[in-house]
């Protein structure tokens, strides 16, 4: 054997009680499980004859072990081909991300349209300037993950949703209007060739510009193309706010017409108009489920959310792209109107609820010059520049050239907890690394999940904690391999000591790394050891099981 982990606590990913075992790892996989009170079927290997030996060993000393950390819903697009450390994943225990989220990412494209995509998610990515863009395609960006950093790999594995709203920039642009035949045949080819060359699904950004503008006659066809190569639709859904619960039927009816798996983009109920509405969401998606429907969902253990402050806007003020809305920002009597749909009648960007700009609080600028609106409301800055908040939120919007990125807070407690409980809940951290004060879901999601909410509020036992971690996750990945603490499955791995695992970012401090994590390893390599990163780059672009 390469490596033996001695006397852990494996917490196997099933949410079944834990158990005592020596785990043995042999190229890449786990090759035998000897459990300390003789095992049991169906639960690993058995605890008969000798203990394994290797050439090395790593004594657990009762640290639990578990599968590595599936992230369902990352933004790490360019920060995998930026950062070979990426230690804001690896320290959590993420063997895996999912990107290509909210509608928004690199590929397919053209060259037209990776211009505008990288202005538009300046916020999320940064501009891309220190990338090179040698990828059009969905199979070539893959592999363009595959043999980064020289050819060593990536940090962590990444697996990658089609999104919607860059297929429609590629093939409709920017226009608030339906699809021709022509360009929906377009769209569906692109969707096709993308699930072919090892996308896993499709991602939209509903209250994003262009990938809003699609109505649901041609969400319906596209999703038609995701089922029909065993893919899922991962929605960032219309509201969050008013009206929350008709978007979320909305893509409960639109998927299971064509018998589509569904995966709710961080489902949470934000705003005031839904304190306490969790239950009837949960009751929504119980039905469903009750029907037949194949759904699932992620959410992150946080009230506040995270955006760009461009998001905000009326989508008929996105309509042409970046360099359009910057110069309806400029025109006056346009900005105007802008202002009375996000202050009066709700803009639907804003998920139909008007804006409140207490509750918007700048945590990233492109220009440096900016930095000092960072950590401040915008209502905040607007006192100390003696203005109104739309005459600061504006003046940033068109100095920043719309990269400006916010915390929105505007989440409730008790609807976080309920949702987390729901069985078909999955963890992601929808988290955000560009910016001077990132939100802390990027570097906190996952220790947040195991000593906040498991150990300190008792919300979930921790063995049902890790199973919404890995195995309900590589369950709608359908990865085959991946996701449990079994004898043949890939060696992803993480060891935490459940009386001191919590996550160290906070607001104040969003990139501090998390404690109680001291190992992870990917492909039986360690990625971190001893609390400390290793240069192991053993990440991998994961490609949908034909």
Not at 142 to 161: E, F, K, M, Q, T
Not at 225 to 241: D, E, F, K, L, T
Not at 332 to 349: K, P, Q, S
């Amino acid at each position: 054997m390469d490596l033996v982990i001695r006397d852990a606590r494996v917490i196997d990913g099933t949410g079944h009680a834990s158990y005592r075992a020596d785990i043995a790892v042999h190229e890449g996989r786990i090759t035998e499980i000897h459990r300390q009170d003789n095992g049991s079927e169906g639960r690993g290997g058995g605890g008969g004859g000798p203990r394994p030996t290797a050439a090395r060993t790593l004594d657990a000393d009762g640290l639990a072990l578990a599968p590595g950390f599936i992230d369902m819903h990352a933004h790490s697009d360019l920060a995998l081909l930026r950062d070979p450390e990426h230690t804001a994943k690896a320290a959590q225990g993420v063997t895996l991300e999912v990107i290509g989220q909210d509608g928004l990412s690199y590929a397919p494209v053209d060259d037209r349209t990776l211009t505008q995509v990288r202005q538009a998610i300046t916020g999320w990515n940064g501009d891309g300037g220190d990338i090179d863009f040698d990828w059009r395609t969905v199979g070539e960006y893959l592999d363009r993950l595959d043999r980064s950093h020289g050819g060593r790999g990536i940090a962590v594995n990444a697996a990658y949703l089609i999104p919607q709203g860059t297929v429609r920039m590629y093939a409709v642009g920017w226009d608030d209007r339906p699809a021709t035949p022509a360009e929906l045949d377009r769209m569906r080819r692109l969707v096709a060739e993308g699930m072919r060359e090892g996308a896993v699904g499709m991602s939209s950004g509903l209250t994003y510009t262009p990938g809003m503008y699609a109505d649901d006659a041609e969400l319906t066809a596209l999703c038609e193309v995701v089922a029909a190569h065993r893919g899922y639709y991962c929605p960032h859904h219309r509201s969050y706010g008013a009206g929350a619960l008709q978007a979320y039927e909305e893509m409960v009816r639109l998927t299971r017409s064509v018998n589509c798996p569904l995966h709710l983009a961080h489902a949470t109920m934000n705003f005031g108009v839904n304190k306490g509405r969790a239950p009837d969401l949960l009751a929504l998606l119980d039905d469903a489920l009750a029907g037949g429907a194949d759904i699932t969902l992620d959410t992150y253990p946080y009230t506040p959310g995270c955006t760009t402050l461009v998001a905000l806007l009326p989508s008929w003020a996105g309509e042409g792209g970046p360099e359009a809305i910057l110069a309806r920002l400029r025109d006056d009597a346009t900005a105007e109107r802008i202002r009375h749909h996000l202050e009066v009648i709700g803009a639907d960007g804003c998920h139909g609820v008007p804006v409140e700009w207490d509750t918007i609080e700048i945590s990233g600028v492109s220009d440096p010059g900016l930095a000092p609106f960072v950590g401040r409301t915008v209502a905040h800055s607007a006192v100390l520049r003696g203005e109104a908040p739309w005459v600061t939120a504006r003046r940033l919007l068109i100095d920043d050239r719309l990269g400006s990125t916010i915390l929105q807070h505007v989440g409730h407690e008790e609807n976080v907890r309920a949702i987390m409980r729901h069985r078909v809940h999955t963890g992601g951290s929808d988290g955000i690394l560009q910016g001077f004060k990132p939100h802390p879901r990027a570097y906190g999601t996952f220790p947040r999940y195991l000593g906040r909410y498991a150990r300190e509020l008792g919300v979930m036992s921790l063995e049902e904690t890790v199973a919404h971690l890995t195995s309900r996750p590589a369950a709608r990945l359908r990865l085959p391999d991946r996701g449990l603490v079994r004898e043949g499955y890939r060696a992803d791995l993480v060891l935490f000591d459940p009386e001191t695992v919590a996550a160290g970012a906070t607001f104040e401090a969003p990139r501090t790394l998390p404690t109680g994590i001291p190992h992870v390893l990917i492909d039986g390599r360690f990625v971190m050891r001893d609390g400390r990163r290793t240069d192991v780059l053993a990440g991998r672009a994961v490609r949908r099981t034909p």
